[in-house]
């Protein structure tokens, strides 16, 4: 999702030389799990991965996980084009790990009006998927009546970081605790919440430091989701080889969070809640959206977008319909031009 680019302003330029280095990085020491989808980087990042590990490392070197677009399919005949495309655009001939992508309490109702479940459960069936499951963007209780209805869903994937732990819009903590009362097994996403939490304050930062100077404040986030029991893998979007390095370092011998690390982790997320000032994780599943084609994050975190202006907002609330933040986009974005 955060691959390296040639050119920061276009999300199609993925970067293939720098991937290829950090895969094979990242395979050689043993880690294995890649995760990307239809849309991530415009479209372009399946296919960077099939060019930077499909086409270059045998296929049980590694696991590849991929996602049907929930988000943007109406009808079942879209489902089956879109899955055969995925599967050439990874190079791969099965999937790991399958997922409906971004289920909410809309998605699911199209998930279920189209056969998604039924149809995912073909492909395993057919060989073509090893494990289904789906990533998750809404409240614990759209969960639990989830699962309640598919227990043939092998694992989930939610967005669990400290900061969002209790959160009332992510419900990070009730979400985890519905997949394990459904004895799920748990992916986690956006572990440093879009790199939030890889730049905290200076004060927070300084708790950190103070604890263990060795540890890079991203690690604290990754080694908090890593550290709850019935996590299996936790994504982390690295873009540099210093990123790569840094994960491999604490997760190649992990360790988890000590009592006292939990601790200090409390004090920090409180520091750290009270200087955010919009909390968008740069997913940039509005911009998909818009209609406008506003480069909604970039506008947020101010740096020099191409494409529509703030200004260039006609209301229509569709980028709100599919924020996984549950962010007021139109009232920050009014916020922004003022
Ligand atoms: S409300 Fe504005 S920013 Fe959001 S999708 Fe509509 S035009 Fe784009
Ligand atoms: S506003 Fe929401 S959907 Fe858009 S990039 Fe930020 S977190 Fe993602």
Known sequence: MRLPQTNADDARSVDI??????????????????????VYHNGKSENAFKEAVAKRHPREAYLIADKLPMFSITEAK???????EELNRCGVEYFD?????????????????????????????????KKM???????????????TRHPEMEFVQLQINYLDWED????????????????????????VKGGTLANIPKEAEEIFKAHNPKMSVASWAIR?????????????????????????????????????????INSVTQIIKTGIAIPCTACRYCVEVCPQ???????FLQSSP????????????????????HLPVRKYLEMVCN
């Open 17 to 38: 030389k720098a991937l290829c280095r950090l895969a094979d990085a990242f395979l050689e020491k043993g880690f294995t799990y890649f995760d990307t989808s239809y």
């Open 78 to 84: 879209q489902m089956l084009p879109i899955f055969n």
């Open 97 to 129: 790990y399958f997922l409906l992508h971004a289920l909410g309490k809309d998605t699911f109702r199209i998930s279920e009006k189209i056969g998604a479940f039924e149809f995912i459960a073909k492909k395993k069936a057919e060989g073509k998927i």
């Open 133 to 147: 499951g789906f990533s998750f963007h809404d409240k614990a209780n759209v969960l639990d009546e989830i699962l």
């Open 168 to 191: 009332s819009g992510i419900e990070s903590r009730k979400c985890f605790e519905v997949a394990t009362k459904h004895k799920k097994p748990i992916i986690v996403m956006e572990p």
């Open 224 to 264: 908090y989701a890593a550290s709850l029991n019935n996590v299996i893998m936790v994504l982390s979007g690295m873009s540099s080889d210093a990123q790569l390095a840094d994960n491999m370092n604490y997760m190649l011998n992990f360790e988890p969070l000590s009592k006292k690390e939990f601790e200090i």
């Open 293 to 299: 084609k506003i480069p909604i994050p970039e506008i």
């Open 306 to 325: 191409n494409g529509g202006k703030a200004s260039d907002c006609i209301s229509c609330g569709k980028c709100e319909e599919h924020c996984p933040q």
